[in-house]
């Protein structure tokens, strides 16, 4: 068990290309730290260099109280799910699980004690002498994550280890991930490009982008207050609404001929200010026409989702969606009213994209 | 639901087959039946008159110690020429593999020696290690080591295994990186993780990975070394001295060409025929058997 800390890490290629550009934030011993960022964002590339297997330009890596920076993958105490498996097509699952102990000579018996244990741990006590290509997807995930728990690591590294999995498997998967971390209390690094993965698994949530870190915190406050409108549109599904506005005074944003009261809003912004506004379309609420705060929405179609309903239209001549309950029901196309909780009216800078609230 | 298309009839197919099936009939049966034929026959020093003669050549040729000799050498040179090529093949793909710069310029280099024909790769050879002329053969006496493959036959031996080796090298390091490059990376990567050094992860995930290649190179590099080699053999040392590089196949060519002696000839080449068959046959049953993953 071990904390992580990263200090201004940093991956410049040969050629100039800088992957990763100065990250620092730290895992508490046992935390859950999801990488999320679209591809190219350095996420893998800063996994890879936790795990040794890129090396570190800049900057300094530790686990426990080590400086692990010139300290090869072996001996980091580290254990890796890659993408796809990466099993020894010609082991069999014991074989598989076992190499690890094997090269580093753990007696026999400790070894076969630890396989079976970790093999009940999963269920795949009755694949043991299976090889990798006499099993399915989701039976070699688990052979992955076993490979990685018989060695009783101190940090355990996922690189976007659903992301070869059907849908189902993929939901039933993380859920058995998060309990078999929370069960070892092992510190985790997981990376993902897949936003709900990082918010349902991630006690610390590390939002990517371009190389950068955009923002750090639980996910729940990622998700009420994303730190820049890149955060907001890449977490949460359906994306958040961007709409062009301006400051129209303290806590007030005007959207068209509209008026919106943004609490989080910072109260030194020059009227005028061009702006931009987020809304997400599950902090919509259909209100009643000349209710105070309402805004005009022109539904244009609808998309049933079962458990909720999205209404596609425009808000003020733009583009809009928004979620309502099953319940609610509207015509197919028409104007309705909507309004908006202030406290859920995100104000985002035109040219930075930062959020444009209080500290 | 049909999934393939497919013919019908007879005559389609056997069209679509008909010019592979040709060349096959033309340029291996009928040949190969030829020498069945012959082999049974003796005809005398000048054509004139033929015999059938039943098993007689291949009798003779059970009783000739030259025989037995050319077995020998052949068993010696292909074992050497074998283990040597596919080794040091080996050893240079995966050094290519790990280096980044320059990569392509090396195996461009290393690629060369396989479009040198045989008989130009044998006076290659010849020249830099003739005992008078040659660079090395010069480098070698300068050191004190006696040298001369004309006239030693250990000497002689040692210089067709060289050639050969040298010859085939390329293509077995062809083969060997493009095998390497298709091991995946995270396997790789994952190894390292589990704490394999360098060493034990060749030994443990890189060769057992690598066996489909080793074994199809195997079977390659054995039908080159009883056939292919003729040329390098025929001009370093035409067989010689006194038959000391004389393999199976550079006998069936010597006997028949030099020593007039087609029944016999024909004879060795049926049994090279059925040896040849017999050792793919086991490759594939035995060897093929533990290549699995």
Sequence with gaps: MAQVTLINVKKIYPGGVEAVKGVSFDIPDGGFCVLVGPSGCGKSTLLRMVAGLETISAGEVSIGTRIVNEIGPADRDIAMVFQNYALYPHMSVYENMSYGLRNRGTPKDEIDARVKEAARILAIENLLERRPRQLSGGQRQRVAMGRAIVRKPQVFLFDEPLSNLDAKLRVQMRVEIKKLQRALGVTAIYVTHDQVEAMTLSDKLVVMNGGQVEQIGLPSEVYKKPASKFVATFIGSPPMNILPGTIDGPGIVALGDAILEARDLREDLAVQTPVEIGLRPEDVEIASEGQAGSLPFDVEFIEELGATQLFHGQLAGLPFVMQAATDVVAAQAGRIWITVDPDRVHVFDTVTGARLGHV | ?293
């Excluded at chain 2, 390497?180 to 790789?188: E, M």
């Excluded at chain 2, 090279?272 to 060897?287: D, H, K």
């Design chain 2, 1 to 293: 639901m049909q999934k393939n298309a497919y013919f019908t009839g007879l005559t389609v197919p056997l069209l679509l087959l008909l010019p592979q099936l040709a060349i096959t009939v033309v340029f291996f049966y009928w040949p190969a039946s030829q020498a069945v034929w012959q082999s049974f026959l003796l005809q005398d020093a000048f054509g004139t008159s033929t015999e059938f003669v039943w098993f007689e050549n291949y009798q003779a040729l059970f009783s000739d110690p030259g025989y037995l000799k050319a077995f020998i050498n052949t068993a010696i040179f292909s074992s050497f020429v074998c283990v040597l090529s596919l080794s040091i093949a080996l050893l240079f793909a995966v050094m290519a593999d790990r280096q980044i710069r320059g990569a392509e310029v090396y195996k461009t280099l290393l690629i060369w020696p396989y479009a040198v024909a045989p008989a130009v790769a044998g006076v290659l050879w010849l020249f830099m290690f003739d005992p008078s002329l040659g660079m090395l053969a010069r480098g070698l006496s300068t050191m004190g080591i006696a040298w001369n493959p004309r006239l030693n036959g250990n000497d002689a031996m040692l210089l067709v295994i060289l050639a050969a080796t040298w010859k085939q090298i390329s293509y077995n390091f062809l083969f060997f990186l493009a095998g390497l490059q298709s091991i995946p990376k995270s396997v790789i990567e994952a190894a390292v993780i589990d704490g394999a050094r360098p060493m034990r992860r060749f030994w443990t995930i890189i060769f057992p990975l690598l066996s489909p290649t080793t074994f199809f190179l195997l079977v390659v590099n054995i039908v080159y070394v009883f056939f292919d080699t003729f040329g390098i053999i025929d001009t370093i040392t035409g067989g010689g001295p006194s038959g000391a590089t004389e393999t199976l196949v550079y006998k069936v060519f010597s006997d028949g060409k030099g020593g007039s002696n087609l029944g016999g000839s024909a004879a060795q080449s049926v049994i090279l025929l059925i040896m040849v068959i017999g050792m793919t046959a086991v490759q594939f049953r035995f060897i093929e058997r533990k290549v699995n993953y």
